[in-house]
Structure formats: structure tokens, C-alpha cells
């Protein structure tokens, strides 16, 4: 197997030391086959121990390691060092405050997921002895390709809207209510709409109004 | 027990008016977004012209005359660019936007775009012909 040396441009931040955040330069010499994230690791382990980042099942599977690579967002697990510049400049994910390096402040995209019930909303509520709602393999196939998010936030990043106004609920959110929306056994869509309706006007008020105060990171005031 | 670590999380902020620039992507959205003012003031100019035409025959040809002005011409050249650009970009996404299940499955893409792509060939043939074109 072939190595070759990549230098990564990696955006750092540790909040007990640092005003702001800066870059660091790591030449790492990484296998011709490797993702970022393998760098990364080979960062950590052979370069500086201190760099942070999150990452579990580095499959694609998991959504823990979205950052900005070369300015997209994308799964460090699934950007191939083969199809990036010997340079590659890695930063945390857009839009979201900086805990620790590529580290990010996920709570407020939590706060949104839950904020749309994304639960089933049963129409008429059934005793368990009555047995399960059951669905036909058509009707699952109507909700299927929203069911497959798996929480990457990397469409958040991309989102221009989210990045200007953070009380935009946000593209992840909208589709994972539109999931149990379109649900055979749901019966939630007005009690959800009712809370999109809440969100959206909420949105408004912060885009016309008080514009510039929503703007500055509403969540960390607290 | 571990001391506890002070949080301090860090926001970049996104530059309020110069975002647009920052990747094709956003420049690409607000040109869409910006379609919306040439499709207004389109609007607007068959609107002038409905007037022009109850005002009467002198006022409605001074209209005419007006619209073939160099102006006029480049006005209506650059709202039919945005017009077409706005137009073909939701077409492109209506697959996403509006899916159709048949049975099991959800018809291919392209029958969706196709679907409006046709639909705007006939409507638009229909209003040349009715115009006179043809």
C-alpha cells in the first residue's frame, strides 16, 4: 500500500486558552485509500493527542464526524483522501458554535428534532391487547426515504438560512416531521403543523424585528 | 471528581450581506430568489398595459411603442433569462417536492420534470398562438 503526505489545515479552538479560533498545520503521511477521518486518528495518535473531534462507527452509519471539508460539509468517514488536494483545509461544521476544535454545539438541532414530536401521533389510540398499528409494504415505502436520516446535521451546514437565522428549524427537522406526517398509522400532522406554524412565525419575528439581536447566537445568551 | 471544564462555545458568524458569495451553491439560491423581482415587475408591466388598453387605442399603441424601445427589449431579454432560470430550477426539483406513488412504487424523475417541462411547452405554445405567432 502506498502512503503519501497530505498536509491538513485543521481548524482549532480550546476554549480555556483561546479568544478565537485558528488553524494548525499537520503533514501526515496517510494511505492512498484512507478518508479524513483516518487522518485525523493518525493525527491523534502519532502528532498531537490534544486534537478533538467526534467520530464512532466511521461507516457512514452514525452521523458523528460532519465537518467542513475544503469548505463542504461532509462525513470525515466518507471523504476520500484520493478524491481531495494534497492540502486539505478540515474545519467544524458551519453554522454551529465550536465546543472544542472540530467539536460542535449540537443542542439547539436537538432541541429542533424533538420540537416536531417525532413520534407516532396515533389516530384513534389502540389498547394493547388490540395488537399492533400495522402498515402495508406500500405504505412503508411512502415514509421510507425519510426514515433514513441519520442526524449527520450536515445539512444544517449547508443551509444559508440556518446560518443567518438559528431559529430556522432547519431541513432535518422539516423532513423528520414530514416523516410522521406522511405516515399511514399518524394522526399527529395538525398538532406537528401547529408547532412548524409556531416555528416559522418565530423565524419572522427574528428576520424583520429584532433582526441583528436573534442574529447573535440566541442560545448562548442564556 | 473531576474538575469541571468551563464552557466557552465559539460562533463564526456569518457575514450578514456578503454570504452569497461564499460558495456558487448560495450565489446560485439568490439568483433564484431574485428571479422573483423581474417576474414581479413583469407583472406589473401587463398590468400598466391592461390600463393603457381601457384608456384607449393612442394610449395602448404609445404602450406597444414603448416596449419595442432598446429598454423595453433589454428589460424583457433579461426577466425571460430569470424567468427560464426560475422556471427550470423548480422543475428540476419537482421530483423531490412532489412525489407521486402508483402502487408500491414512486414514478422515475423524469416523468415528474417531464411532466411540467411538457405542460409548459403546450401553455406556452398555446399563448404564441393565441398572440398570433403562428
Known amino acids: 500500500m502506498s502512503e503519501r503526505t497530505f498536509e491538513l489545515e485543521v481548524l482549532r479552538y480550546n476554549p480555556e486558552t483561546d479568544r478565537e479560533p485558528h488553524f494548525q498545520l499537520y503533514s501526515v503521511s496517510c494511505e492512498e485509500e484512507w478518508v479524513v477521518l483516518d487522518a485525523l486518528n493518525r493525527i491523534k495518535e502519532t502528532l498531537d493527542p490534544t486534537l478533538n473531534y467526534r467520530w464512532s462507527c466511521h461507516m457512514a452509519v452514525c452521523g458523528s464526524c460532519g465537518m467542513m471539508i475544503n469548505g463542504e460539509p461532509k462525513l470525515a468517514c466518507k471523504a476520500f483522501l484520493r478524491e481531495l488536494p494534497d492540502r486539505i483545509r478540515v474545519e467544524p461544521l458551519a453554522h454551529f458554535p465550536i465546543e472544542r476544535d472540530l467539536v460542535t454545539v449540537i443542542d439547539d438541532f436537538i432541541g429542533k428534532l424533538k420540537r416536531v414530536k417525532p413520534y407516532l401521533i396515533p389516530k384513534a389510540e389502540k389498547a394493547l391487547t388490540e395488537g399492533e398499528y400495522l402498515q402495508t409494504p406500500a405504505q412503508l415505502k411512502k415514509i421510507k426515504q425519510y426514515t433514513l436520516c441519520i442526524n449527520c446535521m450536515l445539512c444544517y451546514a449547508a443551509c444559508p438560512e440556518y446560518g443567518l437565522i438559528p431559529k430556522f428549524i432547519g431541513p432535518a427537522a422539516i423532513a423528520l416531521a414530514h416523516r410522521y406526517n406522511q405516515d399511514s398509522r399518524d394522526g399527529g400532522r395538525a398538532e406537528r403543523q401547529q408547532e412548524m406554524a409556531a416555528a416559522l412565525q418565530q423565524v419572522k419575528i427574528a428576520s424583520t424585528v429584532d433582526w441583528y439581536q436573534e442574529h447573535l447566537m440566541p442560545w448562548l445568551r442564556k | ?134
Open chain 2, 1 to 134: 471528581m473531576a474538575q469541571e471544564i468551563g464552557r466557552r462555545p465559539y460562533l463564526r458568524e456569518v457575514p450578514k450581506v456578503r454570504w452569497f458569495f461564499d460558495h456558487p451553491r448560495y450565489l446560485r439560491y439568490m439568483a433564484r430568489e431574485l428571479t422573483c423581482l423581474f417576474i414581479g415587475a413583469y407583472t406589473l408591466l401587463l398590468v400598466v398595459g391592461f390600463a393603457r388598453l381601457a384608456e384607449g387605442r393612442a394610449a395602448y399603441e404609445a404602450f406597444l411603442a414603448a416596449l419595442k424601445s432598446p429598454l423595453g427589449v433589454a428589460f424583457h431579454v433579461v426577466a425571460l433569462g430569470f424567468a427560464i432560470y426560475h422556471s427550470v430550477t423548480w422543475f428540476n426539483l419537482t421530483p423531490k417536492a412532489l412525489p407521486v406513488q402508483v402502487g408500491e412504487d414512486f414514478l422515475p424523475d423524469w416523468v415528474i420534470s417531464g411532466a411540467h417541462y411538457a405542460a409548459w411547452l403546450v401553455l406556452s405554445a398555446g399563448m404564441l398562438y393565441f398572440a398570433g405567432a403562428f
